[in-house]
């Protein structure tokens, strides 16, 4: 399978025909155990929180698309992030991009420092910053780039390096890009993570997540946490991204076509300050971009000056939905202090950039020049 291109990948890895009926879809197995055949022997699957024929599927698929070497699926992105520092120790010290998705703060703010292991925000963007902050307990690096909602970009493979000299374990969010258009693995990180939620499911109609690792102890180990600790995706669901992944490089291209014309056209409007978008030259790490991504997608953000502002021009908007979330076909527009990072307190928000007036747009598959009119009339009502 390694040796073909992507979109045959998107097609066939992990769905070839049902070895039973061949049946060209991998089919939705909706059972929670299956009979053994004899004391302690298996076909293969015995109870599904360990495994369930479909998941393996979709499981497989992630691998191939992200050339690591196991994929596991969770209940959802949060779900996978909660799998990747279920096996750390008190003492131990994990490092992550500053300003991540707000749900990943949440996690590690409310819930697991509350293991008495010491989360560290550092700017990531940093290379020097990074190096500063590796300690001895230092067990991973889990950075987001480019970053949710202000598109800021960390150096995977410089990162890499500085973590990897420190026997560090480096994770990335790849959920902005996709695993079209960023590869993690090859660019040296351990572990890639995704929220299936978005682009890869692509349709927004289910919740997942996923971890994808490179060595056969993350394989060990991220099924020990599926196994042991439940927060699995269910077949319906894993059948669900197992779809989206076959039309993914399809629709990552009109994504980006798409991403690509909304942000040329949001650069010429006055109105709006601080448009982010890795693509436009404008961009302060347009170069970094152009260097390890393949694509600079269909997430974007400005300021529109006030939270006012940005709450006009999200209720004028007609073919953009007012809606949290990202990398479906439709687009969304969002207002990001009040849902991503409503989690923050002011002044956290405030010391990120995250400010009343920012509104982020997930630029979806629709006709780009229509998508272009509806902002431009939503602009005119601000
Ligand atoms: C949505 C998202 C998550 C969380 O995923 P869920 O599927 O909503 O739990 C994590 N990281 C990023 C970058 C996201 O956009």
Redesign the pocket.
Same mark, same amino acid.
């Given at each position: 399978m390694s040796n073909y291109k992507y979109s045959t990948l998107a097609v066939h890895a992990g769905q070839y025909p049902d070895p039973l009926t061949g049946a060209v879809n991998v089919p939705i197995y909706l059972s929670s155990t299956f009979e053994l055949t004899g004391i302690g022997t298996d076909r293969g699957w015995d109870y599904s929180r360990a495994g369930n024929p479909t998941r393996d599927r979709l499981e497989e698929a992630l691998a191939a698309l992200e050339g690591g070497t196991s994929g596991h699926a969770f209940g959802? @992105?949060?779900a996978a992030?909660y799998a990747l520092v279920a096996t750390l120790h008190t003492g131990d010290h994990v490092i992550c991009s500053h300003n991540v998705?707000g @749900?990943?703060t949440r996690l590690f703010n409310q819930i697991v420092r509350h293991y008495g292991i010491e989360i560290e925000y550092v700017d990531t963007s940093n290379p020097e910053a990074v190096a500063a902050a590796i300690r001895p307990a230092t067990k991973l690096m889990h950075i987001?780039t480019p970053t949710?909602p202000l598109m800021s970009l960390t150096d995977i493979s410089a990162v890499c390096e500085i973590a990897h000299a420190k026997g560090v374990e480096v994770s990335v969010?790849n959920?902005?890009m996709s695993p079209v258009l960023q590869s993690p693995l090859a660019l040296g990180a351990d572990i890639v993570m995704h929220?299936t939620?978005?682009f890869l499911n692509g349709h927004s109609d289910g919740? @997942? @997540?996923a971890l994808i690792g490179s060595k056969p102890e993350h394989k060990e180990r991220f099924h020990l946490v599926q196994k042991a600790a439940g927060g699995i995706l269910s077949p319906f669901e894993c059948f669900l991204v197992l779809r989206g992944i076959k039309t993914l490089p399809l629709r990552m291209r009109q994504h980006e076509e798409n991403g690509r014309a909304v942000a040329q056209f949001l650069s010429t409007q006055p109105k709006l300050n601080r448009l982010a978008y890795p693509g436009l030259p404008t961009h302060p790490q347009h170069a970094l971009a152009v260097k390890q991504q393949k694509g600079f997608g269909s997430m974007m953000s400005f300021d529109l000056g006030s939270r006012e502002a940005a709450g006009r021009f999200l209720g004028a908007v007609k073919i953009f939905l007012s809606a949290e979330s990202?990398g479906g076909v439709e687009s969304l527009a969002s207002h990001s202090a009040t849902t991503t990072h409503a989690a923050l307190s002011d002044a956290e928000r405030e010391s990120l950039g995250i400010t009343p007036g920012l509104v982020r747009l997930s630029v979806g598959i629709e006709d780009k020049d229509d998508l272009i009119a509806d902002l431009e009339q939503a602009l005119a009502a601000v």
């Open positions: 959802s @992105g949060m992030i998705y @749900g990943t987001e949710n969010d959920t902005f929220s939620t978005k919740l @997942g @997540g990202l």
